[in-house]
């Protein structure tokens, strides 16, 4: 059953992913690696850092999540920021086609409040809260 129950997820999120895997693939051609890290594909390296720094300040990221394709700048970054895509991985995995319209609504309704579109979404909330947490019991001396 467990095993089932993974293939569903993989099915629900395969739109998201798919977007990934083509993003993916022109990290590739801008000399990426990919790696698979937890069922997931992490893609980053190359000239990727080079390409996000020419876009526009407002489109800049170190990291995005597709589905079960993290593409980040370096793979230094994408270890340091792990747990908070992880967390959209697992927001791709409940939400499968959806997760794009609530995501997009959720930074509208943020910005006609007034409030950051970004920092305020309430996925973006989510992957901070539990990449918090994660930090915390990584802080713990052990007993």
């Known amino acids: 059953m467990p095993r089932v129950i993974a293939v569903l997820r993989y099915a629900w999120a395969l739109p998201a992913t798919a977007v990934g895997l083509l993003a993916a693939a022109c990290a590739l051609c801008a000399g990426a690696s990919l790696h698979l890290v937890d069922g997931a594909f992490e893609v980053g390296g190359g000239r990727l850092a080079q390409i996000v720094r020419r876009t526009r300040r407002t489109r800049r990221f170190v990291a995005i999540t597709f589905g079960h394709v993290i593409i980040g700048v370096d793979h230094s970054t994408l270890r340091r920021v792990r747990a908070h895509e992880r967390v959209h991985v697992q927001q791709y995995e409940r939400w499968g086609p959806l997760f794009f319209p609530l995501y997009l609504g959720s ?5 006609l409040c007034g409030r950051d579109p970004y920092a305020d979404n309430r996925f ?10 994660m930090t915390d019991l ?3 001396p052990f007993a």
């Open 107 to 111: 930074s509208v309704v943020q910005w």
């Open 138 to 140: 990584h802080d713990q």
């Open 124 to 133: 973006e909330r989510e992957a901070c809260a539990c990449e918090l947490k």
